[in-house]
C-alpha cells in the first residue's frame, strides 16, 4: 500500500519550523514531493492540512519534538510549595524513559523536555497537532506499531538520533555557513533510497528543512519496523516515545 509520510521540524514560530512530504512506495523508497521552510503567509498549519487532505488514508506524520512530559513531574509539582525540596531525584522528575534509551541507544542525548526550553517546542507541536485534529476533522492518534495501517497518525521523532543510527553525520550543519556538512547529508540520503527530485538546493539552504526530511526517513524506520518500540507501554502513551532505527532485529 502506498503511504504518504510527512517530516515536520517543529519550532516555536513558522519562521523556523521545516516540513517535507514524500510518498513510501512498497519497495520502501522516500519519493519527495516537497520540502520547505514555513513562513508567516504560509504557515505550517495551513501547509499540512492542506497536504493531508491531497493524500490518500495512510497518513504518517513524524513530528520532531516531545509529545509528553515526564509521569513522576506532575506528582512531584501538585502539592509543592515555593521553598520546599522535591523528594523525586532530577533525572527521574525531568526526563522521560525514551530520552534515557536514546541516550543509552545511540549516545545523542536528547533535550530534557521538563527542564530545558525544549518544553516551549513541545508546547507549539501539541498545539498543531490539536489544531490540524480540528481544521481536518480527524482524531490523528499517535501511532504505536508499523501495523497501525489506513489512518493518519502521528509519531515523535528525533532527527540527530536517526542521523546517528544510520551512521551519518548528526552534529555541525545547522549554521548558515555549513553548506559542505549539509551536503554531506544531503548525499547519504540519496544513497539511501531517498529521490529528492528538485529540492536539493532547498536541503543546503535550510537545515529545517534537512531535519523535515530526515523525520521523513525516521518515519519509514518506524514503517518498516525497524526502530525500536517502548518496553513498557503504559508508560509511553503516558510520555510520549521517539522511534528511531536501531541495527538490531525488532522483535
Not at 502506498?2 to 519519493?31: F, H
Not at 533525572?91 to 534509551?101: A, I, L, P, Y
Not at 521523532?157 to 549539509?182: C, D, F, I, M, N
Request: aromatic share 6%; proline share 5%; with cysteine.
Amino acid at each position: 500500500m502506498m503511504a504518504t509520510v510527512i517530516g515536520v521540524d517543529c519550532a516555536t514560530v513558522d519562521e523556523r519550523t521545516g516540513i517535507a512530504r514524500a510518498e513510501l512506495s512498497s519497495s520502501n523508497r522516500l519519493d519527495l514531493l516537497d520540502a520547505r521552510q514555513c513562513t508567516a503567509a504560509q504557515g505550517a498549519l495551513q501547509v499540512l492540512a492542506a497536504w493531508i487532505s491531497d493524500s490518500g488514508p495512510n497518513v504518517t506524520i513524524a513530528l520532531d519534538a516531545p509529545l509528553g512530559w515526564p509521569v513522576r513531574l506532575s506528582p512531584a509539582l501538585v502539592n509543592h510549595r515555593a521553598g520546599e525540596p522535591l523528594t523525586v531525584d532530577a533525572h527521574s522528575m525531568f526526563r522521560r524513559q525514551t530520552e534515557k534509551r536514546i541516550r543509552a541507544l545511540v549516545k545523542v542525548p536528547p533535550f530534557d523536555v521538563a527542564a530545558d526550553r525544549i518544553a516551549r517546542t513541545a508546547y507549539s507541536a501539541l498545539r498543531l497537532l490539536g489544531q490540524l485534529r480540528a481544521t481536518l476533522g480527524l482524531l490523528i492518534p499517535l501511532a504505536w506499531s508499523p501495523d497501525d495501517k489506513g489512518v493518519v497518525h502521528a509519531i515523535e521523532v528525533y532527527p540527530a538520533a536517526t542521523l546517528k543510527s544510520h551512521g551519518w553525520r548528526y552534529e555541525g550543519y545547522k549554521k548558515k555557513q555549513q553548506l559542505s556538512e549539509r551536503r554531506e547529508i544531503i548525499n547519504a540520503l540519496e544513497n539511501s533510497r531517498v529521490t529528492l527530485n528538485s529540492f536539493r538546493p532547498t536541503l543546503e539552504a535550510s537545515a529545517d528543512a534537512l531535519d523535515a526530511v530526515v523525520c521523513l526517513v525516521a518515519a519509514r524506520d518506524f514503517i518498516e519496523g525497524s526502530a525500536e518500540a517502548p518496553k513498557d507501554a503504559g508508560i509511553a502513551a503516558k510520555e510520549g516515545w521517539i522511534w528511531v532505527h536501531t541495527s538490531k532485529p525488532v522483535a
